[in-house]
């Protein structure tokens, strides 16, 4: 069975809308989560939609000092670090060590969990 060019182009532009759409829908989520987990932490939550500073704010939050996010730049080491950050992150609220691995492994899940769950942020 052959297919036309035209058929073929209009299924890769669907399924470039459904990526394009999708990977907004998740965006919009992320910051929604982080936007309430910030406010949590007392944060102010418009930092979340910063492109910077909300990496400062995430690390003061999980590390108690900001800076660190600087790690992130230095490469191998910043994918570390990112992973540790969100596991600290989960411990900064009082979360359990399951709890924040799964934040590690599926986070935009447990990002919601965190956002709008009953937890306190306990400190760095």
């Given at each position: 069975?052959?297919?036309?060019?035209?058929?073929?182009?209009?299924?890769?532009a669907g399924?470039?809308?459904?990526?394009?759409?999708?990977?907004?829908?998740?965006?919009?989520?992320?910051?929604?989560?982080?936007?309430?987990?910030?406010?949590?932490?007392?944060?102010?939550?418009?930092?979340a939609i910063?492109?910077?500073?909300?990496?400062?704010?995430?690390?003061?939050?999980?590390?108690?000092?900001?800076?660190?996010?600087?790690?992130?730049?230095?490469?191998?080491?910043?994918?570390?670090?990112?992973?540790?950050?969100?596991f600290k992150?989960?411990?900064?609220?009082?979360?359990?060590?399951?709890?924040?691995?799964?934040?590690?492994?599926?986070?935009?899940?447990?990002?919601?969990?965190?956002?709008?769950?009953?937890?306190?942020?306990?400190?760095?």
């Amino acid at each position: 069975m052959e297919y036309s060019a035209d058929a073929y182009n209009a299924a890769a532009a669907g399924a470039s809308a459904g990526s394009i759409i999708f990977s907004l829908a998740l965006s919009v989520i992320m910051i929604v989560a982080m936007w309430k987990i910030f406010a949590k932490a007392g944060e102010p939550g418009w930092a979340a939609i910063v492109p910077i500073y909300n990496a400062y704010v995430e690390f003061k939050i999980a590390f108690g000092n900001g800076w660190l996010f600087l790690l992130c730049l230095i490469p191998f080491v910043g994918s570390i670090v990112a992973l540790v950050c969100l596991f600290k992150l989960g411990k900064a609220f009082g979360k359990s060590t399951g709890f924040c691995i799964g934040l590690v492994l599926l986070s935009p899940i447990f990002l919601l969990i965190l956002a709008f769950g009953n937890s306190q942020y306990q400190g760095a």
